[in-house]
């Protein structure tokens, strides 16, 4: 009886392309100046290789505000940011803080803002795309050759079945 395909190398291969893509991306912020705390950098991370019907996927997940960073849309008016993450901000970028507040204060009155009226005037700062394109056009040979290798093993473990 002939068993179904496996691609234990291209399973590896494209595991080991999930870790560039994050590598990549992570350049990718740093050459683009949206650095500031590092979180978004530190969050990026690839998951587990997901195999459906030898259709593989690759997940890799982010902090949501990536979206943001990477097409420049605006956060619309709504729901309060983190104050946390803003006094950080304002630290991280030594902002002037009127006297009469506190840090806390200030980046409590900044986040009531984004909250009342968003955030505008927001510039791309593309990287998702650009690091997976380029991650994956340097290593189209070794995803190739890692399917080359597993339909020649295949055949050679099924040969005598299918000759």
Known sequence: ?????????LELELTDIGNLV????????????????????????????????NFFVLPIT????GKWVDDGAERGAGKMPPVRAIADWIR???INVPGKFTTEQFAWAIARN?????????????????????????NTNNIGNAFAMDVENYIEQNYSTLG
Do not use: C, H
């Open 22 to 53: 994050k590598g990549e991306m992570v350049d990718r912020l740093y050459d683009n100046n949206s650095v500031v705390t590092g979180n978004l950098a530190r969050s990026i991370t690839p998951q587990s290789l997901q195999d459906t019907n």
């Open 1 to 9: 009886m002939i068993q179904p395909i496996q691609y234990p190398n």
């Open 92 to 94: 991280q970028k030594r």
């Open 62 to 65: 982010m902090e949501t505000y």
């Open 114 to 138: 984004i909250a009342k009226k968003g955030q505008r005037f927001k510039k791309p700062k593309p990287f998702i795309e650009i690091s997976l394109n380029q991650v994956f056009m340097s």
